[in-house]
């Protein structure tokens, strides 16, 4: 090795801010983190690197020596996405459905080469499912078992088979061949060299490269590529999974709750400026109770969208919010907030969902 770790690490903080964007409340400022002289400095690198003539020169030699077999996973670099290596792939014969995977740093004079395994784990499933139900993904953080909900709860889901790949850098010897032919050229072109996996795990912990939270970057991540996980997955470390439910198999009492809170959200989010984004999805938290004064804090600040409307959608069709918010403001306060919603507040929420444009463009009221 011709860098030292400390030195190594020293090399990651010239292109990744240390500490930046990572909030109190454990929710992460990616936008602080572009608008710094690092990450500026990264964006620089990756569009000179994706201008080298050696670049281009050993991508046609690997594709002539490979015919029909090579990928080139760097085709962002010019706008400077992400990554900071050149990064290529060769799939082996159809008979294995593999990969080799190379990537050569334009940061540090390395290179590094793996396949991709994956392992099995079987964990327990945690007591919370999801459902898709009238347009929405619920997540009910409840017992997928438990009868309130789930109207026939299945035992045999207690456990699941969670599939994970990873990157292993022992080659199997029908791989290695072909790794040690393109090594070799990579060598020539670049002259750089391998950098191992004892080396490329160490962690980064004050950094955020990518995909990656704090705590979870390593020297790879950085001064490669973070779309790869570069050590085996502990069972212990992996999070047990949730359930997916079908609409099919909830109690009647979920359903009335996901019914009015289905209607209460496609009034609630069009008149909300920060939801106009098509980044967003219709994903809903609920514990599968449904409570008054939180349905009464919702139609307040229903009101306070209407006064005045500040998206497309309210502004169109200000009378009709005005009208659905009316409507179920009345059926709330006729409510006692005991036990499931009443009958006449789910009629009404069912057919308020099955007139409602909601995935329609904004027409304005005549």
């Known amino acids: 090795m011709k860098h030292s770790i400390d030195e190594l690490l020293d090399i990651v903080y010239r292109y990744y801010p240390r500490g930046v964007g990572m909030m109190d409340d454990g929710d992460i400022d990616v936008q602080r983190c572009m608008e710094t002289e690092e990450h500026d400095r990264l964006v620089r690198a990756r569009i000179q690197a994706s201008k080298g003539d050696r670049w281009r020169d050993l991508r046609r030699r690997i594709r002539d020596g490979f015919p029909g077999r090579f990928m080139n996973h760097s085709l962002h670099l010019p706008a400077g996405g992400c990554d900071a290596c050149y990064s290529f792939s060769i799939n082996m014969p159809e008979s294995t459905g593999r990969k080799l995977w190379f990537h050569v740093s334009f940061l540090v004079p390395y290179y590094i080469v793996h396949s991709e395994r994956a392992i099995d784990i079987v964990k327990r499933t945690r007591d919370s499912f999801s459902v898709k139900f009238l347009g929405f993904h619920f997540i009910v953080p409840r017992s997928p078992f438990d009868p309130r909900f789930v109207a026939r709860p299945d035992d045999g889901r207690k456990f699941a088979i969670v599939r994970r790949e990873y990157a292993t850098f022992d080659l199997l010897p029908d791989?290695?061949?072909?790794?040690?032919?393109?090594?070799?050229?990579?060598?020539?072109?670049?002259?750089?060299?391998?950098?191992?996996?004892?080396?490329?795990?160490?962690?980064?912990?004050?950094?955020?490269?990518?995909?990656?939270?704090?705590?979870?970057?390593?020297?790879?991540?950085?001064?490669?590529?973070?779309?790869?996980?570069?050590?085996?997955?502990?069972?212990?470390?992996?999070?047990?999974?949730?359930?997916?439910?079908?609409?099919?198999?909830?109690?009647?009492?979920?359903?009335?709750?996901?019914?009015?809170?289905?209607?209460?959200?496609?009034?609630?989010?069009?008149?909300?400026?920060?939801?106009?984004?098509?980044?967003?999805?219709?994903?809903?938290?609920?514990?599968?109770?449904?409570?008054?004064?939180?349905?009464?804090?919702?139609?307040?600040?229903?009101?306070?969208?209407?006064?005045?409307?500040?998206?497309?959608?309210?502004?169109?069709?200000?009378?009709?919010?005005?009208?659905?918010?009316?409507?179920?403001?009345?059926?709330?306060?006729?409510?006692?907030?005991?036990?499931?919603?009443?009958?006449?507040?789910?009629?009404?929420?069912?057919?308020?969902?099955?007139?409602?444009?909601?995935?329609?463009?904004?027409?304005?009221?005549?």
């Open 175 to 366: 791989e290695q061949p072909c790794a040690e032919w393109i090594s070799g050229d990579i060598e020539a072109t670049f002259g750089c060299e391998r950098m191992p996996p004892e080396i490329g795990t160490v962690l980064v912990p004050d950094v955020m490269p990518g995909l990656r939270l704090p705590g979870e970057a390593r020297l790879y991540d950085c001064l490669f590529t973070d779309q790869h996980r570069w050590v085996e997955p502990s069972p212990s470390d992996e999070p047990a999974p949730g359930v997916q439910i079908e609409a099919s198999n909830l109690t009647q009492s979920l359903i009335a709750v996901l019914t009015v809170l289905a209607a209460l959200y496609c009034i609630v989010w069009p008149l909300m400026p920060e939801m106009q984004s098509g980044s967003c999805y219709r994903v809903v938290e609920t514990d599968g109770v449904l409570r008054k004064d939180e349905l009464i804090d919702a139609l307040a600040k229903i009101r306070v969208l209407l006064d005045p409307p500040m998206t497309p959608w309210g502004i169109a069709a200000k009378r009709e919010f005005e009208a659905a918010t009316r409507e179920l403001e009345a059926l709330v306060a006729s409510w006692d907030g005991e036990g499931e919603p009443p009958a006449a507040m789910v009629a009404w929420a069912s057919s308020f969902l099955a007139s409602w444009p909601v995935n329609s463009e904004p027409v304005a009221s005549s």
